[in-house]
């Protein structure tokens, strides 16, 4: 399996796992995240294809979609999901029905989220209507 990330802990985690290769996505550190964004990550990914792609986001919006605070990961994230065949968002209750600054796409982009059993029915059902697989924990 070939993992590529930005994210310096992800990278950390599985830089000893043999059966592993890995691919580090560099550019300008965000040390809020400790994963790296901007240009030069940007035109890395453009070159690369991913089967399947994990997100993690800050906001989750059933109506106006998935967000970050940062406007450069937001463009990165952007990229990891036009390279992807398949995306999973993975979010926490507390990130749903949030809205935070910078957009990464409509909910339509992915096709499942994996989430903790907190989150409210409705939300779930409103998601699974916009024909997401809904996974709770």
Known sequence: MTVITNALNIAYELAETENISLIMIGGILRHA???FV???AERMLQDLHADHLFLAVDGLHPDEGFST???LEAQLNNVMIR???EV???ADASKFSRRSLSLIGNVRCAQRIITDNRVD???V???RDKQLEVILV
Request: net charge neutral; charged share 10%; aromatic share 0%.
């Open 125 to 127: 059902a409103k998601l």
């Open 83 to 85: 390279v992807s065949s």
């Open 69 to 71: 605070p940062d406007i």
């Open 121 to 123: 029915g409705q939300t």
């Open 88 to 90: 999973t968002v993975v």
């Open 38 to 40: 901007g240009p030069q």
């Open 33 to 35: 995240s400790s994963s």
